[in-house]
């Protein structure tokens, strides 16, 4: 039987071999996800907002195209900027972000050059 329940909730019904089918299935696919690593992959995730949002929103600099990504509280900046100034300056916000470890600034500079 599949249906709405009386609560909302969609209700299926599955022969067990298929059920155990897709189980097996879906955990062989997936990797291991411990409260640590589903913590750790959180934290990166508001260090790359965190980042990208001081980068994008500094007033005294304008800015190319920047790829920011968090591993493990490492920051990975990546892509093009106008200047010299404006690698140095993401370097510099992206350090100032609380949580933070390190930054790698990958950045390439193409002054006197469009993007």
């Known amino acids: 039987m599949h249906g709405w329940s009386s609560k909302g909730i969609l209700c299926l019904s599955l022969c067990p ?5 897709l189980l097996v299935a879906a955990v062989g696919a997936c990797q291991t996800v411990t409260p640590q690593t589903l913590q750790r992959q959180i934290d990166d995730a508001v260090i790359t907002a965190a980042v990208k949002r001081r980068i994008f929103t500094d007033p005294i600099t304008t ?6 990504e968090t591993v493990g509280s490492r920051v990975y900046l990546r892509g093009v900027v106008p200047t010299a100034r404006e ?5 510099e ?3 100032e972000v609380p949580g933070v ?3 790698v600034n990958d950045l390439q500079v193409l002054e006197g050059r469009t993007l």
């Open 17 to 21: 071999g298929l059920l155990a089918t």
């Open 63 to 68: 800015w190319g195209a920047v790829n920011v």
């Open 101 to 103: 470890l390190r930054v």
């Open 87 to 91: 690698k140095n300056r993401a370097h």
């Open 93 to 95: 916000l992206a350090i």
